[in-house]
Every structure is written in structure tokens, then in C-alpha cells.
């Protein structure tokens, strides 16, 4: 024996309004199955700023991570100068909105660009008192950065 179709709603027809009811429910499920999906604040890790200062001369980063260079002047030196990348498509410089450097320490930020090898420098002279005979040198910093993927 067959049974007869059995419809929710009996025989009689569907209302419009009945209708859009039942599209904004599904719809309302598809939204939040995809939500499910995905974990909120989910996305590419941040890499770690890797810091750096006058003792190194070599280091690696990645492409999209952060170098900061703290260069600190020794007594009877001046302030080092600002440090810069000799090849910025490398290794460029960026801003870093929450520096504050102290007395006598010089800061810089590079963002690694595409892989490659660049060079960061800097210079400081000696400090002399005015109208006083001064030392004819000059201090060079050199940095040496691998930029990797």
C-alpha cells in the first residue's frame, strides 16, 4: 500500500508572505553556517619586529617583517646619523609611530621588501667643544640585511 504525500502545510497553497519568510530563514542559515567557517580573527600571523643595534653587523628577515636599528652613541661621540637602506626596493624605510628615542640613541625602522641583500649605514664624528681643535675621523656603522621569503 502507498501512502499519499504528506505537505506541511496540508493542501491548501503558499502565501507570498509565508514564502519570504522561508527564504529570509535559509537565508539567515547560510550566513551563519559561513561564519562557522572561517575563526574570527583568523589571518597571516604577524611576524615578530626583529631588533638590532650597533654590536650587529648582519642579520636576516623576511619579506614583510619589520628591522629596527638602535644605534647608541659612545662617549665623546655625537648622535649617530640617521641610518640608511642603499637599496630600498630591498630594504625600505618605514615609520615607527611608537619610537621615542632617548638621549644620545639614534632609532630607525626598515620593512623587508622582496629577497635580496642591502646594506643599512650610519656615521658619528667625535664630539668637540666649540672653537676647539677636533679629531679628523669619522665612525661607520654597516649592516649587512638579508631580506628572505
Not at 542559515?29 to 574570527?40: F, K, R, T, V
Not at 642603499?86 to 618605514?94: E, H
Not at 672653537?131 to 669619522?138: E, G, I, K, Q, T
Amino acid at each position: 500500500m502507498v501512502s499519499a504525500p504528506s505537505y506541511p502545510n496540508g493542501r491548501r497553497g503558499v502565501s507570498g508572505t509565508e514564502m519570504k519568510n522561508l527564504l529570509f530563514v535559509a537565508a539567515i542559515g547560510l550566513l551563519l553556517s559561513g561564519c562557522g567557517s572561517i575563526p574570527l580573527g583568523a589571518g597571516p600571523k604577524p611576524t615578530p619586529t626583529v631588533t638590532v643595534s650597533e654590536n650587529d653587523h648582519s642579520v636576516s628577515v623576511r619579506v614583510g617583517q619589520k628591522l629596527e636599528l638602535a644605534l647608541h652613541a659612545r662617549n665623546g661621540m655625537a648622535n649617530w646619523t640617521h641610518p640608511t637602506s642603499n637599496d630600498p626596493s630591498v630594504l625600505a624605510p618605514t615609520v615607527d609611530p611608537a619610537a621615542t628615542a632617548a638621549i644620545g640613541v639614534t632609532l630607525a625602522m626598515f620593512a623587508g621588501i622582496k629577497p635580496g641583500t642591502a646594506e643599512v649605514s650610519s656615521t658619528a664624528s667625535p664630539k668637540c667643544p666649540p672653537n676647539s681643535a677636533c679629531p679628523l675621523f669619522v665612525a661607520l656603522y654597516s649592516l649587512t640585511v638579508t631580506v628572505t621569503n
